[in-house]
């Protein structure tokens, strides 16, 4: 495997062909490389549609990658869904560092069909992958660089479907061109591998209840996400449940729906992002719900609890913003 390019294939649109008139997956690793024109060790994980995905299966993915460090491979090329893009990427990124590049890519049109984007987005993945060493994931899409810690998809249907928010990103042809992501953010923190307990983490959506009975049920997870408007306020009826799990010892990790993903913690009424930091709560600055999620069950599985949870996602934010 040593000098070679592995290929960690996981499914998605870039392995699906038309079955019926509906796109099913149904190609492995050996056959993408074929489609994009690229040599490459194969190495199927699953082959699915990227909401199938599960937490055991991202932890294969890891292995894979710490397995091809120990084999001096090239680089590390992961296909998947891109519906789940984002929070693999971010997976990843937080189980790094990493001693070669790892690509994350896919495409919007069934990569078993002719004329679609899944031959340009290989090739392109292949290129960054196998270049000079680039220091974190990233995602490879549509002749776009990004940082797997900070892509985000923004359609369901256009070819262009990533974006970053949060950080800049780079065309593909200047990556290879300058032989480095130019202008790149320092790296943020990371957790490392994940381990072996499973434990979920729920997602609260504050959204006006405009006065009828929606308080949600109380919560006993070591960690909430609350997702937030603006600078991280809460409605009343989210915010009485993340003041209830502070209460038990969980940690409560606020993102908002700002796509700027920028907190600050301005507001003293109940419910408000200062209120609710007074409380214990984190704000997590840089991140979308979807990817604090990530983080955490990450660091759930490392059996982080508690306190020093909390101090890992802050640690991160930290990192993030600094």
């Not at 009826?237 to 799990?245: D, I, K």
Request: charged share 15%; net charge negative; hydrophobic share 45%.
């Amino acid at each position: 495997m040593a000098g070679k390019l592995v290929h960690v294939a996981l499914g998605g649109t870039i392995s699906m062909r038309i079955v019926d008139g509906l796109a099913i997956p149904v190609l492995g690793a050996r056959e993408l490389a074929e489609i994009g024109g690229i040599e490459t060790t194969p190495i199927d994980i699953a082959t699915v549609g990227g909401p199938q995905l599960t937490f055991p299966l991202l932890r294969s993915v890891v292995e894979a990658i710490r397995n091809a460090e120990r084999d001096d491979a090239a680089g590390v090329l992961v296909t998947l869904g891109t519906d789940a893009i984002e929070e693999v990427a971010a997976f990843l990124a937080y189980c790094g560092p990493y001693e070669l590049n790892v690509v994350v890519t896919g495409s919007m049109e069934p990569g078993g069909e002719p004329g679609g984007d899944a031959p340009s987005n290989l090739r392109d993945a292949a290129a960054i992958a196998t270049g000079p060493k680039l220091g974190e994931p990233v995602v490879v899409f549509a002749g776009t660089v990004a940082l797997g810690r900070a892509v985000i998809k923004v359609s369901g249907l256009e070819l262009h479907a990533f974006t970053s928010p949060t950080a800049r990103s780079w065309r593909v042809a200047e990556v290879v061109e300058d032989g480095m992501l130019t202008g790149m953010p320092s790296p943020a923190s990371t957790l490392g591998d994940p381990g072996d307990a499973l434990e979920d983490v729920p997602i609260y959506l504050s959204a006006l209840s405009v006065g009828l009975a929606s308080k949600p049920a109380q919560s006993e997870y070591p960690a909430i996400v609350c997702v937030a408007s603006g600078a991280g306020n809460l409605t009343p009826e989210v915010a009485e449940l993340a003041l209830g799990a502070l209460d038990a010892g969980a940690v409560v990790a606020i993102a908002t729906r700002a796509l700027d993903r920028q907190l600050a913690p301005a507001y003293g009424y109940p419910g408000g992002s200062g209120a609710m930091v007074a409380a214990g709560a984190v704000l997590a600055r840089g991140m979308s719900p979807h990817r604090l999620r990530m983080f955490l069950l990450i660091a759930l599985s490392q059996g982080l609890r508690g306190p020093v949870l909390r101090e890992a996602l802050a640690r991160h934010v930290e990192s993030l913003v600094s």
